[in-house]
């Protein structure tokens, strides 16, 4: 069995050696454990301070691509090395390391196929107290969205199967953490969550560069995700509000005409006509949506098997 504990940098150079040190060189269950570091376009010496300290694998972008190509790098690099399971940390020291074991072990005893860290947000220090209410309304959210019981949906640390990272495809570059979780569960994946503990801040988050920021690239990826995975339903409940207000101002007018007082209301009408309209556009969306998503999983499903061909133990290298 080789594990392979990835992380995704950019310019980590006054970071990396202590998040590395504090990395596992074996753990249990595990034949192997490998290290693998994603330089998205360092203009440090981020990737020769990973090859000073022991790093087993360089995967370098020409430029910076965003944390979620980042992370996807990653997972292709992992399959492709013959990885059984793939762990995910940051490279800013914030997860203990000693605690992959905990993330590896629901994976090896085939209890779940995505395992993600739950820190402990309320004892965290260097989150504010509107930071920790936001990670709580976000990961409720992603609970919604997804149909799992993710207790902390934007943590990073994370470990999945092999079979879970070939199914995984991330479309935003913002951030994995979110859109993968809902993918997951839209696919039917085992998600679970395990209590983790975190290291002392050494710098701050570059994801989060301001609240509102984060809250709303946050919540255009859940609804984008939501959009993508679900969009009949989507689309269904949008359609709805218009139609809904489409026939209470058709009633309205209605009520009016037969006291004999409807040529005052003709707005009324007009009105209802025009959210009846949104409304039958929504649902024709809603339907051509999901004719589409059902054309996106069988390429998921191509996508799988050619992961699967290629894969190191199929005698394709």
Known sequence: M??????PCLNEAETLAIALADLPREVEGFDTVEWLIIDDGSTDNTAEIASANGVHHVVRH???RGLAVGFMTGIEACLELGADVIVNTDADNQYCGADICKLTAPVLAHEADIVIGARPIDQTKHFSWIKKKLQRLGSWAVRIASGTNVVDAPSGFRAMS???AMRLNVFTAYTYTLETIIQAGQSNLRISSVAVR???DLRPSRLVKSIPSYVKRSLLTILRVFMIYRPLAF????GSVFMLTGLV???RFLFYYFSGDGEGHVQSVVFASLCVTIAVIMYMMGFIGDLISTNRKLLERIDYRVRNLNAPDNGNE
């Open 2 to 7: 080789k594990l392979i504990i990835q992380m």
């Open 62 to 64: 020409p430029v910076n």
């Open 162 to 164: 092999r079979e879970a």
């Open 198 to 200: 975190t290291n002392a």
């Open 235 to 238: 689309y269904f409940w949008v």
């Open 249 to 251: 101002g058709g009633g």
